[in-house]
């Protein structure tokens, strides 16, 4: 049976983006594959999160894969630092990233841009760190969206080089995966570009959202003045609520808005109430599971605690090989 590895950060409350790139796929997969998913609090490290911020932001990553329907009976649920054969594999890969590379990566240019006064060595090899996560379990399939491509695309190069050094094929390549034929991007609210954490609240709807806080979000979403011939072509405000709408409402209500929209009868209004709607239904489940998941300390503690201990299997099996393979022996 393949192997499955993905993970989110811990860096806050997870929102649609991650839900429709991410979780939705970890769901179906935990039937289908040997799944291990994990909170990546090691890579949420870059931008130092105090200690409280960290142990919250674990336990509601947590709580919301718990939430969304991740089984700890059928996936392996772990947290990242919960396996230290991790980053004993990250520091072997390190020996072998090479800095011309790690500087071309697409995510660290964004990040160096962004917050130019951070520019840490964790940030840099972030993607070498990627690397070990998935290949620790020698996963072959790794549900992510598309803004992780090239990480991914970094993680095969990480191993295959491994692999040459040490003259073998100890490591399979991993690739991206979603259901569908496309790996997904899911618009934030702003018009922009992709719904994130780092882009500012009100562009994102978050799965905790109570459904008031979700309408006010989405009414707020930026429009235009509407179309002025038919058939026209959508400004990416408006062409980013019709691509949420192609995700959590039904395809009777994307074409009913969309034929609005090509006859230059459509009413912004009503087009974001519908979403705001869709929204809150889609998120219903989730919610309405959070605070019983939250409260139960006992529970959160036997699932992280079975989690790494079938990690850690995994990995240490991994690391015990890849050492002997490196040429560290015992005399
Ligand atoms: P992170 O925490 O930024 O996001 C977690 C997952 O959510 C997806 N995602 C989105 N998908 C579609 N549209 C969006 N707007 C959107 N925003 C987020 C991401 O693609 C991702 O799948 N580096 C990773 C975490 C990580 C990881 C790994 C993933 C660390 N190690 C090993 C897979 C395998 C990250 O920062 O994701």
């Known amino acids: 049976m393949e192997t499955v590895v ?12 991650n839900y429709y790139g991410a979780i939705q796929n970890f769901v179906k997969m935990q039937h289908e594959y040997n799944c291990y998913f994990f909170i990546a609090d090691l890579h949420s490290l870059t931008t130092h999160p105090t200690p409280a ?17 991740i089984d700890p009976e059928k996936a392996t649920i772990y947290i990242q ?3 230290p054969e991790i980053s004993e594999l990250y520091l072997y890969l390190n020996m072998n990233a090479y800095l011309g590379e790690l500087e071309r990566s697409t995510s660290f240019k964004d990040k ?14 972030y993607p070498v760190l990627m690397a070990a996560d998935i290949i620790i379990h020698k996963a072959t399939k790794v549900p992510v969206g598309k803004d992780q491509e090239q990480h991914l695309e970094m993680a095969r190069t990480f191993g295959n080089r491994f692999n040459r050094l040490y003259n073998n094929d100890y490591f399979p390549e991993p690739y991206a995966f979603s259901y569908g034929s ?10 922009k570009g992709k719904m994130g954490k780092s882009e500012g609240e009100a562009n994102a709807v978050y799965l905790a959202d109570a459904p008031e806080v979700i309408r006010k979000k989405v009414m707020r979403a930026i429009t235009d003045g509407g179309p002025t011939v038919e058939n026209q072509e959508k400004p990416s405000e408006i062409q980013n609520l019709f691509n949420l709408m192609k995700v959590v409402s039904s395809q009777d209500t994307y074409d009913h808005f969309n034929g ?40 959160l503690g036997r699932v992280s605690r079975l989690g790494a201990e079938k990690a850690r299997e995994s990995a240490s099996k991994t ?5 002997e393979i490196i040429g560290f022996r015992s005399f």
């Not at 950060?9 to 929102?15: A, D, E, F, I, Y």
């Not at 911020?53 to 329907?69: D, R, T």
């Not at 496309?182 to 618009?187: A, D, E, G, S």
Request: hydrophobic share 40%.
């Open 260 to 299: 609005l929209y090509n006859s230059m009868q459509i009413r912004y209004g009503d087009l974001k109430k519908q979403l705001a709607e869709d929204m809150v239904i889609a998120t219903a489940p989730i919610r309405e599971k959070i605070n019983d998941i939250a409260n139960d300390a006992d529970y």
């Open 6 to 17: 993905s993970g989110i950060r811990s860096t806050g409350n997870l929102h649609l983006g």
């Open 182 to 191: 496309n790996l997904v991007k899911i618009p934030g609210l702003d018009g």
């Open 112 to 125: 160096v841009r962004a917050n130019p006064d951070n520019v840490n060595a964790g940030l840099l090899t």
């Open 81 to 83: 630092s919960d396996v």
């Open 319 to 323: 690391i015990r090989e890849v050492r």
């Open 53 to 69: 911020n960290l142990y919250n932001s674990v336990k509601q990553v947590l709580i919301e894969y718990l939430a969304a329907g």
